[in-house]
């Protein structure tokens, strides 16, 4: 049976998996950058018909830009390491038997992060933008620093890539015992609540559609979320 860590021991191995993480992500960060110039062209496709060329003001705005873009792409390319060194430091609190799924696990969250990403991208950026840049068309006419675009559709990816991990994670802190089916059921209203919030401050339009359109699926995931904390910690609810 292993020893159980102590603090210090608990410390220094979220430090090494972290630095492993984050040369991961500089590596592919890096090799990612040539392929900036054609990830700009593919984020730029759910403003097409309502957007022009995008304009920068700075002379180095067009670097930092696609350095932006590069880490967007290097952290999915990333992913299943950085997925690997987050159940590795878990790993001394879930129980041998469930070591086993570490596959499954990192196969999952990536492509829960996926299925995040290609929602933000093909549902709410389009109706998003067209929503925002409909506004004042007949009297003015936007011109649209790259910065800002690239701050946008990143955050909004990002933002949906990490909401799609919540079953993953309700795995992952049911092993640990940090939470569990029960509590989760029992707080479901306080869920709603948070849930419709953080729909509200992550959705960039003040329609309600585009609230909507983010917040079931993020009760959806909740609910999700249960079943798996259920099955995982073998619970009944």
Same mark, same amino acid.
């Given at each position: ?17 972290? %630095?492993?993480?984050? =040369? #991961?992500? +500089?590596?592919?960060? /890096? $090799?990612? !950058? *040539?392929?900036?110039?054609?990830? &700009? ?23 930092? %830009?696609?350095?932006? =873009? #590069?880490? +967007?792409?290097?952290? /999915? $390319?990333? !992913? *299943?390491?950085?997925?690997?060194? &987050? ?37 709410? !950026? *389009?109706?998003?933008?067209?929503? &925002? ?44 015992? &940090? ?13 709603v609540v948070a849930v419709f919030v953080v729909a509200a401050v992550i959705t960039p339009t003040t329609d309600v559609f585009n609230m909507m359109a983010l917040a079931i699926p993020m009760l959806f995931l909740y609910e999700i979320s249960i079943w798996v904390s259920a099955v995982t910690g073998r619970l009944r609810y």
């Amino acid at each position: 049976m292993d020893r159980d860590l102590t603090i210090l021991e608990h410390l220094d191995e979220l430090r090494k998996r972290i %630095i492993i993480a984050l =040369i #991961s992500l +500089l590596v592919t960060t /890096v $090799l990612s !950058l *040539p392929f900036a110039g054609n990830v &700009l062209r593919i984020l730029k496709l759910p403003a097409a018909g309502v957007l022009g060329k995008l304009v920068v003001f700075k002379p180095q705005d067009a670097f930092m %830009i696609y350095m932006r =873009i #590069s880490f +967007l792409a290097g952290f /999915v $390319l990333a !992913l *299943p390491v950085i997925l690997y060194q &987050l159940w590795a430091f878990f790993a001394p609190a879930i129980e041998k038997r469930f070591k086993k799924y570490l596959v499954y696990f990192i196969i999952s969250g990536s492509a829960a992060f996926a299925f995040g990403c290609a929602f933000s991208y093909y549902i709410l !950026l *389009p109706k998003a933008l067209t929503f &925002l840049l409909s506004f004042g068309v007949d009297e003015l006419e936007p011109v649209i620093a790259a910065d800002s675009y690239i701050s946008f559709v990143i955050g909004l990816i990002f933002c949906c890539g990490f909401i799609f991990q919540m079953p993953i994670f309700s795995f992952i802190l049911t092993k640990v015992g &940090l939470i569990n089916a029960g509590g989760l059921r029992k707080k479901f209203g306080i869920a709603v609540v948070a849930v419709f919030v953080v729909a509200a401050v992550i959705t960039p339009t003040t329609d309600v559609f585009n609230m909507m359109a983010l917040a079931i699926p993020m009760l959806f995931l909740y609910e999700i979320s249960i079943w798996v904390s259920a099955v995982t910690g073998r619970l009944r609810y």
